[in-house]
């Protein structure tokens, strides 16, 4: 039995990806905080919604979706009612398997994850790292989960905030730059859908050729750079804008922040 402690939109994009990939709602246990939620998710994917003391007492796995800062509360609440075998999966960003041991109390095989929510279409990026008491066989329960819904790299755990960084809120930087050209498109005089359209498919197309031809991002750009052309002078313009630079600062200000929600 799998509980996912914490339903919302990660814990529910993995719950359907785990039933895409052959799960039985029957061995799915969710929890959440409103009878509302868990009349929806019953009705939706036929998964009984449980109290966090029942899910820790009955599911095998555990996978704890909250955001960082109710994870403490959490962990105080399951902590009485957790046998010492269970494998404890946590899910929020910042969070160390340290402070999630800890917490428990006993030595609990804990893992580590950062997805992305791409998991709702089996394009997910999952890294996963052990913790002090977890070996091989529950970072390869992990990845069983995890596998169906995208990609997964094992990480050491000291990485984990750099890759929540860049692959966990990568997807938001897509979606900023998208509606960054859009607005572009507007400016040009070009119909809003029109333009939606044009980035959308400019975007998966480069996204399946960086992914499928195994050339690098530099030899794809230059492809696409004629001399004295006009991707050249959009390129000019980022530099000039120092865009580059802004990506830097801004993926190590996400890297921080990271660090500063495992201390509340
Ligand atoms: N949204 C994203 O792109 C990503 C989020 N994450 C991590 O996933 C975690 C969840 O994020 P979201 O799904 O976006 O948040 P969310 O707010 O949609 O989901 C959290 C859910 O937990 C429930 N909850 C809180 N305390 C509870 C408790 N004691 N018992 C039962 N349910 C409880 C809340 O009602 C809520 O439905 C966070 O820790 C976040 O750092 C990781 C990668 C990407
Ligand atoms: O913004 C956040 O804190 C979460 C973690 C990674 C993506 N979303």
Do not use: C, W
Request: hydrophobic fraction near 45%.
């Amino acid at each position: 039995m799998i509980a996912i402690l914490g339903t919302g939109k990660m814990g529910e994009a993995l719950l359907s990806g785990m039933l895409r990939a052959g799960f039985k709602p029957g061995d799915v246990l969710a929890t959440v905080r409103r009878p509302e939620r868990a009349r929806a998710l019953a009705e939706t994917y036929g998964v009984r919604a449980v109290s966090n003391a029942e899910a820790a007492k009955s599911a095998g796995t555990l996978i704890l979706a909250v955001k960082p800062q109710d994870m403490g509360s959490l962990l105080d609440e399951i902590a009485p009612h957790l046998p010492a075998d269970r494998l404890v999966i946590s899910a929020a960003a910042g969070i160390t398997t340290a402070f999630v041991e800890q917490r428990l109390g006993h030595e609990t095989p804990v893992v580590r994850v950062m997805s992305n929510t791409p998991i709702k279409f089996d394009e997910a990026m999952s890294v996963i790292s052990a913790g002090a008491y977890a070996g091989e066989d529950h970072l390869r329960r992990t990845e069983d989960l995890l596998r169906p819904v995208g990609k997964v790299l094992r990480i050491p755990e000291s990485q984990q905030d750099a890759a929540t960084a860049l692959s966990g809120s990568g997807p938001a930087y897509f979606f900023y730059l998208v509606e960054a050209m859009v607005d572009a498109g507007i400016l040009l005089g070009m119909p809003r859908a029109a333009a939606l359209d044009m980035v959308t498919q400019s975007i998966v197309g480069a996204a399946v050729m960086l992914r499928d031809s195994g050339e690098h991002p530099v030899i794809l750009r230059e492809a696409v750079t004629s001399p004295g052309g006009t991707t050249i002078a959009a390129i000019a313009e980022l530099e000039r804008h120092s865009v580059r630079a802004a990506f830097l600062a801004a993926i190590e200000a996400a890297r921080d922040r990271g660090r500063e929600l495992a201390s509340g």
